[in-house]
């Protein structure tokens, strides 16, 4: 086992719920608590081992709970306390562990620090947020906050601006401020008392702001680059410490950080196995690769993703973090397009059998799997065809500033680059059954639901041996049998190959090797002509000698 000590949440997959799209219990077409109460037996069946639950606090909602107003209270439309309670009850007694959402960079502009804080240059909470002077009557800096439009927001009762490095209700904490830093500890340790299971970390990599304030910079003729700035600041190591040393620490918790523009070495630092700051980081790298195509918009593009670059990548994670520090294994999350229409092939001839092949890829690689919600059962992107039909505040905001405001690029081209990457790809309710609104809820759904809900659902899923859910279940079980795919180390086959992603896994004397193939085509591939193993998993009942067909995916054990 070389490098790596055992532990629970390294040999666990983790399942991401997004609340408000999951399943909706009172019919107000909003999903709730007790709506994912209800379901947790589908996710025991699944087989995952720990859910996530993207923000379930008190919030108004500018950005989907990710702007908090009350830390320890519920959102109104999800339920109460009670029913968290009893949610969380009802999943320990299934085996499931429940880890939360932390958003601890900002808060809502509605939380009662931020009101305070805003309301004179001398109140008690001034200091818990981030205030600066203008600069020659402008903001102080030129920086772009994530969604858009200045990182700064001027309020005029106290003359000066305070920085959001996402929307405007988004304003971010002063964790320079010792006593916000233990108002968050003192917080999260409310919430493993009352026995959660652990962390994921919101935008955490963003905690220490350079203290310079410099400007970015200007790509795009508007706005300076903010990320050099606030990312992997200066002090985010000693803060990360310290939240381990006063929270962390003292639970049998896993944590998992989202940290944005994070490199090799810094989540060498940030996972370290020496345990003094996180369990695991989220890198961006492998889902960015499309975005470079129009450097200018910044994340919008839509071009497929390249094999070549995105094997690059994942490789060099999987074989620079070896002994080091432990990784995170994703294609799918509440921020990202639908995984089999970025990187396979949504088409109805191949959904099936890519979104089979991408699961083996990325499940057989070394770290923890996260399954989003809807990727056990191949959901796939929307089209957009009006910005009026579209939910997610970074969508609207790059809309009216690079199509409304600056004339930059047309609508239909903005709204092809929202259909093909834009985050309300993936907050489509949760396609249950064939029924009326998908089965998600008996009221009016917040948000469509994707048209093609009566082929691609939960119901029918379950009816067909040969669906997705089947295959991530099997995918997910032998990952509990089987050593080699938590522990082995990891090696990169066929490198150069223009259509075939393979590696192999090697642990006390055993080889797994691995094979997928990106194209929607034969193509040739010898890997297992000779091998005599056990074959692990396959997304094809036959083979053919020398070639791995459209999509193939085969994992052999020897
Ligand atoms: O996302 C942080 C982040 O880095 C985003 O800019 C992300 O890259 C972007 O959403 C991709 O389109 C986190 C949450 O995951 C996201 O949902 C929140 O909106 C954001 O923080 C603010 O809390
Ligand atoms: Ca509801």
Redesign the pocket.
Known sequence: MANDKRAWWKEAVVYQIYPRSFADSNGDGIGDLNGITEHLPYLQKLGVDVIWLSPIYKSPND?NG?DISDYRDIMTEFGTMDDFDRMLSRAHKLGLKIVMDL?VN?TSDEHLWFIASRSSRDNEYRDYYIWKDGKDGKAPTNWQS?FSGSAWEYDRTTGQYYLHC?TKK?PDLNWENEKVRNAVYDMMTWWCEKGIDGFRM??ISALSKDPAYPDGEVTDGIYGNIRPYVCNGPRIHEFLQEMNKKVLSKYDIMTVG?T?EVTIDEAKKYANNDGSELNMVFH?EHVETDATTRPILG?WGYDHPDLKKLRAILNKWQTELEGAAWGSLYWDN??QPRAVSKFGNDSPKYRVVSAKMLATLLHMMKGTPYVYQGEELGMTNMTFGSIDECDDV?EINAYRQYVEEHKMISPEEMLKCISAVG?DNARTPVQWNADKNAGFTTGTPWFTVNPNYKEINAEAALADPDSVFYYYQKLIRLRHENDIIVYGTFHPLLEDDENIYAYERRLDGKVLTVACNWADKEVPCCLFDDLSGEELISNYKEHKHGTLLPYEARAVLV
Do not use: T
């Open positions: 950005d990710y958003v900002h994530f996402f988004q919101d935008v989202e944005a961006f994340k509440h921020d970074e985050r």
